[in-house]
């Protein structure tokens, strides 16, 4: 008879696949403030699924890591990014370089890659979330393709905040995170990136009147 898989390892699995749906939905969407908001949902089963491995494992610098996470990723990290939206009058749908059927293809198909690559390594791992190894390189993939099918700078950054989730997914997947001065650094590293970001955005729109990243072809040295 074939061993139950034990609830807690059922809520982590769970968690993870919402992850990937989120990143497939992120993936196909087109309108930036939803695009935001599936962030922060994202943001918010990471920030789970974080908290679920702390109880079980009593690992407890990853309550610190689920903490830092619900702060920076589920409230102030969106707020933010809503903040720039109405600052610079983001309205309507956001163009890709490619279709979303198309989009959604090359998706699946990198979905298959990352669990393909991912097998070997997490039987390597004794962590009881080494199962969703997979589902964690997927999501950075998927995150790395939004961000080069997208013409706008903002919904980029979003699709780069994306791909960091999934690398805090691995990290947690693999070791159960990284020491918490790391985390801390990398944290701080972010908001100092949006904040220059933002700038940047402004700069952008008061050049081009838009934020699209190909008008800086135009730019010549």
Do not use: C
């Not at 993936?27 to 922060?40: N, P, Y």
């Not at 689920?66 to 939206?85: C, D, E, Q, S």
């Not at 590293?189 to 008008?215: A, P």
């Amino acid at each position: 008879m074939s061993q139950a898989v034990p609830l807690y390892a059922q809520l982590i699995n769970l968690l993870a696949a919402v992850i990937l749906l989120l990143g497939f939905a992120m993936l196909a969407q087109r309108r930036v403030i939803q695009l935001i908001d599936l962030f922060a949902l994202q943001g918010f089963a990471l920030f789970l699924s974080t908290l679920v491995v702390a109880v079980k494992t009593g690992q407890h610098h990853l309550f610190y890591s689920a903490g830092l996470t619900l702060v920076l990723k589920v409230i102030l990290l969106p707020w933010i990014l809503h903040r720039l939206v109405r600052k610079l009058h983001i309205k309507g749908e956001v163009e890709g370089l490619i279709n979303i059927p198309t989009t959604t293809l090359i998706g699946l198909g990198l979905v298959i890659i990352a669990f393909n690559v991912a097998t070997p390594i997490s039987q390597l791992s004794s962590t009881i979330t080494r199962g969703t190894l997979g589902i964690a390189l997927a999501t950075v993939m998927l995150a790395f393709l939004m961000m080069i099918t997208r013409k706008k700078a903002i919904t980029q950054v979003v699709g780069f905040l994306a791909m960091e989730n999934g690398l805090f997914l691995a990290a947690t997947s693999a070791t159960y995170g990284m020491p918490m001065v790391v985390e801390l650094g990398i944290a701080l590293d972010v908001l100092v990136g949006m904040v220059i970001l933002g700038v940047f955005f402004f700069q952008i729109r008061d050049q081009f009147d838009s934020l699209d990243i190909h008008h800086m072809e135009q730019l010549k040295e």
